[in-house]
């Protein structure tokens, strides 16, 4: 997909009302409050020495700064929003069962997203990231639209 359709499925999504239970979409998934949509995909790269899994990182990495370029003009410079302290937060509170939940779709983000870039747009925030799914396995370019203030 080129960065135009991207903004195309972040338009949509936008415009679109979330689901009320989670569950996936044509462009990835959701649940009350948010959407995720799975931009990008590279599946999992078992038999790469690294190389592939490297190189599709900093494609993925290029393309989701080329889209912050974009939408910087619609909503200026985004955060750079870290989330690993959402994921120690999740980890302990998982541990331990203390403490707030982390709330969706920051809990599954912190879990494989290291950083976001960041915008709030009207009511809803907007975010671009990539998401590594384990040492050589999948990665994903995704945005994320919600209506959930970051932790």
């Given at each position: ?28 998934y ?5 959407h995720?949509?799975?931009l ?9 020495d690294?190389?592939?899994?490297e ?9 989701r ?43 599954t983000?912190s879990?494989s ?15 671009l990231g ?11 370019l ?10």
């Amino acid at each position: 997909m080129s960065s135009a359709d991207h903004v195309a499925a972040i338009d949509l999504l936008r415009a679109r009302g979330f689901p009320a239970a989670p569950g996936r979409s044509e462009h990835g998934y959701g649940g009350p409050g948010f959407h995720v949509a799975e931009l990008s995909t590279h599946d999992q790269l078992w038999d790469d020495d690294g190389t592939a899994h490297e190189e599709t990182e900093l494609r993925f990495e290029a393309e989701r700064d080329a889209l912050t370029v974009l939408l910087s003009e619609r909503w200026g410079k985004p955060q750079v929003f870290s989330l690993t302290s959402v994921l120690v937060r999740l980890l302990a509170q998982e541990a331990d069962g203390e403490g707030e939940p982390v709330p969706e779709p920051w809990a599954t983000l912190s879990e494989s997203v290291p950083d976001l870039h960041l915008w709030r747009a009207d009511t809803h925030w907007i975010a671009l990231g990539v998401a590594h799914w384990g040492e050589r396995r999948a990665l994903q370019l995704v945005a994320v639209i919600t209506e959930v203030d970051p932790p």
